[in-house]
């Protein structure tokens, strides 16, 4: 029986538009608190610190989000999450308008919000599977990563710009973002499997359930593998949290250039992944996931070196692009590889090896570029991921050779 196309499929693009304006909120919101932090103090650990406040909530409280997606309504638990965190945004319009340059504030509200984007990624990836039908996952997930992008794309850019004309404000529209994001769900409807089913769904306490992912992930060396690669190359390698020092300092940008800047991994991304979704590929997904992580290391090198702008940003589309084939790539093995019943809990573990990899990232080279310079600290971390693809590739063969998705579906590896 041929699947039905995927934009025919109800519930389908209420759920891509309401994460395309959650996402939309969350790169205004990034770009804002890097820029002002920083034009605050000048100072590239209160940058280091914009990351950890954000990374602590979520590895706190990362056993219970993930238990409590597979136990409740994944939808009403990624409303509540956007309702904390729109909150969150408009606390920060209040802090910008009390003009003090005391940071502890800030901080505090953006432990709140990493709290509430503990909860919200892995309810978006493990609400997915059960809007559309399994044959034509990949196809979706391939088309949300390519239609999301917009929103990291024009986020940036308009987050840089409004911030120069209207400050604090900014914080408003990242607000209205997430309050329309909860008004989408509704008309979400949950058509595929069943979130409440599943072996030891009630047995134990919280950490003893969320214990079950975590031996789940450990046996399986395709989602193992998957990320662990992500994580070590976005821990190591990332740079977007340089970016405020590279646009102030290196590259004599203003904070529309920044935005200029975040979005050109974005733009290489949403290019690559407009490709894919009109031409998906499905073979030899392991050995392409290794190679885009492989150049994603090599552009971030070209990056570190260049004080030309224009370079600068073809780079940092290069390694969008490569990104973007992993992401497609990653997202597809994790899904096919898990069970209805364990999906919140592995993508809560996901979600710290990815989202907050971002965040802990962002310590790691806030930290460097204070103790040893921002260029080499953007130079150290791409070296090290090239050398992390290579040890991973030889690590995990099985995640190497798998040929096609399929391949990694979990009924075919019980």
């Known amino acids: 029986m041929k699947a039905p196309n995927i934009y025919a499929t109800p519930g389908f693009l209420p759920f891509l538009f309401a994460r395309l304006f959650s996402v939309f909120a969350m790169q ?4 804002v608190v890097g820029w002002q932090i920083y034009e605050l103090t000048r100072d590239p650990m209160a940058l280091a610190y914009v990351g950890l406040a954000q990374f602590v909530p979520m590895v706190l409280f990362l056993p219970y989000a993930g238990d409590v997606i597979d136990r409740f309504n994944r939808k009403a638990v990624l409303a509540l999450s956007w309702v904390v965190s729109a909150i969150c945004s408009g ?58 992008k917009i929103a990291v794309i ?9 911030y120069a004309y209207v400050g604090g404000l900014t914080y408003a529209v990242c607000s209205l973002c997430f309050v329309i994001g909860i008004l989408l769900l509704y008309f979400v409807p949950i058509l595929y499997s069943s979130q409440h089913k599943g072996p030891m ?37 990332g740079v977007i949290a340089l970016l405020p020092i590279y646009a102030q300092d290196v590259l004599h940008v203003d904070s529309t250039g920044l935005g200029l800047l975040r979005s050109a991994m974005a733009i290489g991304q949403i290019t690559t992944g407009l490709y894919i979704s009109r031409h998906p590929f499905n073979q030899h997904v392991g050995k392409i996931m290794f190679i885009s992580v ?48 364990l999906r919140g809990r592995v993508n809560a573990v996901n979600m710290l090896f990815t989202s907050s990899s971002n965040e802990l990232g962002s310590f790691r080279a806030g930290s460097s570029a204070a103790l040893i310079g921002v260029v080499p600290a953007a130079v150290f971390g791409g070296l090290c991921t090239v050398f992390i693809v290579a040890g991973m590739a030889w690590r995990f063969k ?15 590896n019980t």
């Open 28 to 31: 205004i919101q990034a770009i």
């Open 91 to 148: 606390l920060l319009i209040w802090l910008s308008y009390q003009g003090s340059d005391d940071l502890i504030g800030y901080y505090l509200v953006l432990v709140c919000y990493g709290a509430a984007r503990a909860f919200s990624n892995p309810a978006l990836q493990s609400l997915l599977p059960q809007v559309v039908p399994r044959e034509r996952l990949a196809q979706a997930l391939a088309t949300n990563s390519m239609l999301i």
């Open 154 to 162: 024009t986020g940036p850019i308009l987050g840089g710009f409004l």
């Open 201 to 237: 769904q009630d047995n134990g306490g919280v950490l003893q359930r969320f214990s079950e992912g975590l031996r789940f992930i450990w046996k399986n060396p395709i989602i193992l593998g998957t990320i662990s690669l992500d994580l070590f190359a976005v821990l190591l390698g």
């Open 294 to 341: 492989a150049v994603f290391g090599f552009a971030n090198l070209v990056f570190a070196f260049s004080t030309f702008f224009w370079l600068s940003f073809a780079a940092l589309m290069v390694a969008g692009a490569a990104d973007m084939i992993s992401v497609y790539i990653r997202s597809a093995l994790i899904q096919f590889s898990t069970p209805d019943y």
């Open 398 to 412: 099985p995640l190497r050779k798998v040929n096609q998705f399929e391949d990694a579906e979990y009924s075919k």
